[in-house]
């Protein structure tokens, strides 16, 4: 930085400092900025300490089954909870309205359940405090405050002629102005990154792992590059102004717009573009496909008939009752290989319609940078519509291994013949239940998310560049006058 430019900067810096206003402004963001840190880590706490009880409430539940038929187990089920992660305190993201819990049983996969947003008064339609929300909303408002006359004022008091005609060029005046407004925001942002990371390193119990360092570096970069983006629009829209009352006008019209009615916009033609099917259609479609593919459940099934007299040919037998192993438990493994492949090919469809109505709002980043920004921060805090397919792909995965465990349980160890009206009911050792591992959810790679995420940080780039060049060689086109 030229030492013009270091003027500059610390002059804006400390004028906005001198003024009351200003002053008071801050300081009211600055405890805002507390509040929501506050309200996240206990939001955090509280939820996840909850997860985590009835998560391990669970794995008791079913370890302490008696001895049962394995396909009793199967339909017994397991409840997978959807752990948080500890940078998610920062940025709620869907984390209130995304459902945190799914019940896992055989031949069929249910809905992800029990979303915060469900258990509220209603308060969570009016939006939730978070230090992310802050960030993305209120401190444009002061970079909007602080340098909407930053240049616009010079020129009403006739400054501006003098400080051209000392060997001060536009380019080092914007780059100056831009700079000090950055050092207002970074005075709010740097303590709040401090506290940040001493939160993020208590809730994941001081043993930080590389990934979720890097995610929060990351997360820091971004918001300085947003900030950057923020402060050089404000002071290029105050450059280009013909007084400060219309470049605040004109940046508040900028905040309303893009901040408040972009968003909403792009979401409501993202669902009217590619909208997606209801609820009971969607599961009529499911039903409709099982009942033609055929159901496990019914000994006289074309499908399952055809299995069975290929068995009895295979093994030479004429009844099922002397097979080497349990027939009912071969005829459910082959059924869940159906049911499931059906069930995941149509939620796969329809996370691809929730992608293309999300993918709206991403290629909008490219005209605006808060719906960059906002993609990126929910993605790093892992509490994006990305993660939570995530969860269900990894939930899926542990149900089918659940079902099929047990399925295989049941042609090892269970026989083909039917007990008398005396004799005690088939069953296994409750021992066997402890064979089947706890679900413990693995959120994605940093590379995976950026992967991801690529489209949003190509938008937030993109803008980093356009204001960089805006600064550097917009100054053929400003007036003195």
Same mark, same amino acid.
């Given at each position: 930085?030229?030492?013009?430019?270091? #003027?500059? $900067?610390?002059?804006?810096?400390k004028a906005a400092f001198n003024n009351k206003a200003t002053l008071a402004l801050t300081?009211?963001?600055?405890?805002?900025?507390?509040?929501?840190?506050?309200?996240?880590?206990?939001? %955090?706490?509280?939820?996840?300490?909850?997860?985590?009880?009835?998560? $391990?409430?669970?794995?008791?539940?079913?370890?302490?089954?008696?001895?049962?038929?394995?396909?009793?187990?199967?339909?017994?089920?397991?409840?997978?909870?959807?752990?948080?992660?500890?940078?998610?305190?920062?940025?709620?993201?869907?984390?209130?309205?995304?459902? /945190?819990?799914?019940?896992?049983?055989?031949?069929?996969?249910?809905?992800?359940?029990?979303?915060?947003?469900? %258990?509220?008064?209603?308060?969570?339609? @009016?939006?939730?405090?978070?230090?992310?929300?802050?960030?993305? !909303?209120?401190?444009?408002?002061?970079?909007? @405050?602080?340098?909407?006359?930053? +240049?616009?004022?010079?020129?009403?008091?006739?400054?501006?002629?003098?400080?051209?005609?000392?060997?001060?060029?536009?380019?080092?005046?914007?780059?100056?102005?831009?700079?000090?407004?950055?050092?207002?925001?970074?005075?709010?942002?740097?303590?709040? =990154?401090?506290?940040?990371?001493?939160?993020?390193?208590?809730?994941?119990?001081?043993?930080?792992?590389?990934?979720?360092?890097?995610?929060?570096?990351?997360?820091?970069?971004?918001?300085?590059?947003?900030?950057?983006?923020?402060?050089?629009?404000?002071?290029? /829209?105050? $450059?280009?102004?013909?007084?400060?009352?219309?470049?605040?006008?004109?940046?508040?019209?900028?905040?309303?717009?893009?901040?408040?009615?972009?968003?909403? =916009?792009?979401?409501?033609?993202?669902?009217?573009?590619?909208?997606?099917?209801?609820?009971?259609?969607?599961?009529?479609? =499911?039903?409709?496909?099982?009942?033609?593919?055929?159901?496990?459940?019914?000994?006289?099934?074309?499908?399952?008939?055809?299995?069975?007299?290929?068995?009895?040919?295979?093994?030479? /037998?004429?009844?099922?009752?002397?097979?080497? %192993?349990?027939?009912?438990?071969?005829?459910?493994?082959?059924?869940?290989? +159906? #049911?499931?492949? +059906?069930?995941?090919?149509?939620?796969?469809?329809?996370?691809?319609? @929730?992608?293309?109505?999300?993918?709206? #709002?991403?290629?909008?980043?490219?005209?605006?940078?808060?719906?960059?920004?906002?993609?990126?921060?929910?993605?790093?805090?892992?509490?994006? @519509?990305?993660?939570?397919?995530?969860?269900?792909?990894?939930?899926?995965?542990?149900?089918?291994?659940?079902?099929?465990?047990?399925?295989? !349980?049941?042609?090892?160890? =269970?026989?083909?013949?039917?007990?008398?009206?005396?004799?005690?009911?088939?069953?296994?050792?409750?021992?066997?239940?402890?064979?089947?591992?706890?679900?413990?959810?693995?959120?994605?790679?940093?590379?995976?998310?950026?992967?991801?995420? !690529?489209?949003?940080?190509?938008?937030?780039?993109?803008?980093?560049?356009?204001?960089?060049?805006?600064?550097?060689?917009?100054?053929?086109?400003?007036?003195?006058?």
């Amino acid at each position: 930085m030229s030492g013009r430019i270091s #003027t500059i $900067a610390k002059q804006t810096f400390k004028a906005a400092f001198n003024n009351k206003a200003t002053l008071a402004l801050t300081l009211l963001l600055g405890l805002s900025l507390c509040l929501a840190t506050y309200v996240g880590w206990q939001n %955090f706490k509280m939820q996840n300490n909850q997860r985590l009880h009835y998560k $391990a409430m669970v794995r008791a539940q079913w370890l302490a089954k008696p001895d049962k038929h394995p396909h009793r187990m199967a339909h017994y089920g397991y409840l997978a909870f959807r752990e948080k992660h500890e940078l998610s305190f920062f940025d709620f993201g869907i984390e209130s309205f995304a459902g /945190v819990s799914i019940f896992l049983e055989a031949h069929k996969q249910n809905t992800v359940n029990f979303s915060e947003a469900g %258990f509220t008064n209603g308060m969570l339609s @009016f939006g939730e405090i978070s230090v992310a929300m802050v960030l993305q !909303l209120l401190v444009p408002l002061l970079i909007f @405050f602080l340098g909407y006359n930053s +240049i616009s004022a010079e020129r009403e008091s006739g400054t501006l002629k003098i400080l051209l005609c000392q060997d001060v060029s536009w380019r080092q005046l914007l780059w100056g102005k831009t700079m000090g407004i950055i050092g207002v925001c970074l005075s709010i942002f740097i303590p709040l =990154i401090l506290l940040t990371i001493l939160l993020w390193a208590s809730l994941s119990h001081w043993q930080i792992s590389m990934d979720s360092a890097l995610r929060l570096l990351l997360l820091v970069l971004t918001y300085a590059i947003y900030f950057f983006i923020m402060s050089a629009v404000t002071v290029l /829209v105050s $450059a280009f102004a013909r007084s400060s009352k219309s470049a605040l006008i004109t940046l508040l019209a900028f905040w309303i717009f893009f901040m408040v009615i972009m968003p909403r =916009i792009t979401q409501a033609v993202g669902v009217k573009i590619h909208p997606s099917p209801s609820k009971i259609e969607f599961a009529d479609a =499911i039903a409709t496909e099982v009942h033609q593919q055929g159901d496990s459940h019914d000994p006289n099934d074309p499908h399952y008939a055809a299995i069975k007299d290929s068995l009895l040919k295979a093994y030479a /037998v004429d009844d099922v009752k002397k097979l080497p %192993f349990n027939y009912g438990g071969y005829i459910m493994a082959e059924g869940e290989k +159906i #049911t499931s492949k +059906i069930y995941s090919s149509h939620q796969n469809e329809l996370n691809k319609i @929730f992608k293309k109505q999300n993918s709206m #709002t991403t290629i909008t980043g490219f005209l605006n940078p808060y719906l960059s920004l906002k993609n990126i921060s929910m993605a790093l805090t892992a509490s994006d @519509f990305n993660t939570y397919v995530d969860f269900q792909h990894q939930a899926e995965a542990y149900r089918y291994q659940l079902a099929q465990k047990m399925n295989k !349980l049941q042609i090892e160890k =269970i026989s083909n013949i039917k007990p008398g009206d005396e004799e005690k009911p088939l069953a296994i050792s409750k021992s066997n239940w402890a064979e089947q591992p706890d679900f413990n959810y693995h959120f994605k790679t940093l590379d995976t998310v950026l992967s991801d995420e !690529l489209l949003a940080l190509s938008a937030l780039t993109f803008w980093l560049l356009v204001t960089v060049i805006l600064l550097q060689y917009s100054t053929k086109w400003l007036k003195t006058i």
